[in-house]
Nanobody, 114 residues
Framework: QVQLVESGGGLVQAGGSLRLSCAASGSIFSINGMGWYRQAPGKQRELVAEITSTGITNYADSVKGRFTISRDNTKNTMYLQMNSLKPEDTAVYYC????????WGQGTQVTVSS
C-alpha cells in the first residue's frame, strides 16, 4: 500500500504563497495520475489540481491561474505551488491518486488570514 506524506502548509496572509509537497512510497507513483485535494471545515473534500503521469495538468476553476501542480517521478514527489492565496483557500490539503484509491495521509493545514 502506498503511503502519502504531505508537508509545507502553514499560516499566511492573503496574497501570500506556499509550496506543498507530497512524498509517496512505492514505485507505482510514477505511473499514476495524481491530485491535490482539500477539505475546508464543514465541507466535502474536493479535487483542486491534478496531473497525469506525463505531466498534463488540470485545475479547479477556483484555483486556476494561482496554483501550479508539478511532480518529480525520480523522487516520488508531487508539489503544489500556491500563489495569491485567499482566505477561502483555508483547508487541510491532501494528495492522492486521481481516483482516489490510496489511504489518505494526515494532510497539511493551510490557513490564509485576511
Amino acid at each position: 500500500q502506498v503511503q502519502l506524506v504531505e508537508s509545507g502548509g502553514g499560516l499566511v496572509q492573503a496574497g501570500g504563497s506556499l509550496r506543498l509537497s507530497c512524498a509517496a512510497s512505492g514505485s507505482i507513483f510514477s505511473i499514476n495520475g495524481m491530485g491535490w485535494y482539500r477539505q475546508a471545515p464543514g465541507k466535502q473534500r474536493e479535487l483542486v489540481a491534478e496531473i497525469t503521469s506525463t505531466g498534463i495538468t488540470n485545475y479547479a476553476d477556483s484555483v486556476k491561474g494561482r496554483f501550479t501542480i508539478s511532480r518529480d517521478n525520480t523522487k516520488n514527489t508531487m508539489y503544489l505551488q500556491m500563489n495569491s492565496l485567499k482566505p477561502e483557500d483555508t483547508a487541510v490539503y491532501y494528495c492522492n491518486n486521481i481516483f482516489p484509491s490510496w489511504h489518505w495521509g494526515q494532510g497539511t493545514q493551510v490557513t490564509v488570514s485576511s
